[in-house]
């Protein structure tokens, strides 16, 4: 099986260079300093001033008979081989092979002089618009989906820079019929409510904004249904009598807090066998026991670890307290001897084992994330894993970085550098990800087609990796569902290796929508403490 070169540091020896790295240097380091600068959450714009841009501009364009630049890493075999040879090796060997020509920027017509093409941004709006239309036979299969599908779109034109609130009326049309009775949104008119459909019509909802769409919402049903989903060993079914598993959990977690659902639960909830009293009761243990041996988390406890479910586990634990309180395990022992420390969800993840994971399902050559141990890169995880750094950054560094988190006690070194490569990820994206038929969309790898699922998580992943999210104030521990105060920034470390034409907007790291979407949803539900 070929092992695996990795995109951080430690093992193997590659370190990556931040700076300009010539195709034949992969190890030179690079001093730079870090600016900070806020974007807009509709628009995210540039800090250099004009002529800073157009001299830029300039030197990323490729001169005449000038090769990119490109790191030869990335244009190369892995640097470590295992002598045994499976069918999995076999299958990584040929999706080398099948992103290879595309990093080398062999399959573009076009690069900038780091080797990188443009983001085809207006066949990627006019494929999610015509996602949003009327869509062929061969859609039937996905008539369950279709809020997965709405979200999937909404979200990705979002982060485009498209305003979607045209699709308010439309959206509220189609999905007011999928709500039932009994709470929560089922896929279509007449099937059974389930938590992911439930999560993807209320962030649909709030993407296109409007109190008429937040409205639409049975919350009081929701309620009710809520409580009939949550289980005894403190997770959520994904539906009655349906699967528990770390999505359960996440999805609960996202329309409480986005829907200023009250915590209490009803008395005829089955998790009040267990004594449990609230919906948020236990919750947090039930994710701590997800972690797997590998540091990864996994589906339930005892299953294999899945970079979807890190993402889940991640957020759930964010929206329960603020992430350097909520997510780290460290010494219990010095954290409660100091009260200021005491948080009621403190410690759940195993935060070194879990990174070493992470850092694991970063490819080189192709740059991008797998899901899970010895298997292919995937687009999609450019937000699935992707995604989780800035949560994991978030709760090493806690509110204030770096000196807050040296100041605090905290048991974790605080984050001085990106714990991932961006560039590599950016690479794999632009190179390898973007469907370059007359359909636009972004796709898993090269060889496939692209599709509504694949083009949101994609630019979600483009996104984390040109931006910088830092908590800038944490939550009191009494506001237990009130969100905590975030900012972002550009990611300005080193050379930056794509056109600023192609930077897009940003969303929140934790509930993956704008963060001024969030922000207004939760206002408006914020005064409505009961029913």
Known sequence: MRSRARLTRPRPRVIFSHGNTSSNNTTTTTTTTTTTTSINANKTTSTKNDSVKMAAAAASAPQPGVEPSIPQIFTSDPLIRDDLFTESSRVQDATVDECLPFLKGQEHSSCNSHGLPHLDRRRHVNFLHKQLGKLPGGFMSADPSRPWIFYWCLAALSLLGED?????????????????????????????????????????????????????????????????????????????????????????????????????????????????????????????????????????????????????????????????????RGDMGALHADPDLIAPFFSYLDVPLLISWLSSRQYAPEGGFSGRTNKLVDGCYSHWVGGCWPLIEAALNGPGGEAAADSSGHPLPAVRDSLFSRDGLIRYILCCCQDQSKRGGLRDKPSKYSDAYHTCYVLSGLSSAQHKWDLVSARTHEAIVAGDSWSVSPYMEGEQIFDEEDRVATAHPVYVIPKHKVEEIQNYFASKHGF
Request: charged letters at 15%; proline letters at 5%; a negative charge.
């Open 164 to 328: 979607v609130s045209s699709y308010r009326q439309s959206l509220v049309d189609t999905v007011r019929p999928m709500q039932n009775p009994d709470g929560g949104f089922a896929g279509g008119f007449g099937q059974t409510s389930h938590l992911a459909t439930t999560y993807a019509t209320v962030l649909s909802l709030a993407l296109v904004g409007g109190e008429d769409s937040y409205d639409v919402v049975d919350r009081r049903a929701m309620w009710r249904w809520l409580c009939s989903l949550k289980q005894p060993d403190g997770g959520f079914q994904m539906a009655l009598g349906g699967e528990e598993d770390v999505r359960g959990a996440y999805c609960a977690a996202v329309i409480i807090s986005l829907l200023n659902i009250p915590l209490e639960l009803s008395q005829d909830s089955p998790a009040r066998s267990a004594g449990h009293t609230g919906l948020f009761t236990g919750l947090a243990d039930y994710v701590r026991q997800c972690q797997t041996y590998e540091g990864g988390v996994s589906a339930k406890p005892g299953v294999e670890a899945h970079g979807a479910y890190a993402f889940c586990a991640l957020g759930c634990l964010s929206i329960l307290d603020s992430p350097h309180r909520a997510i780290p």
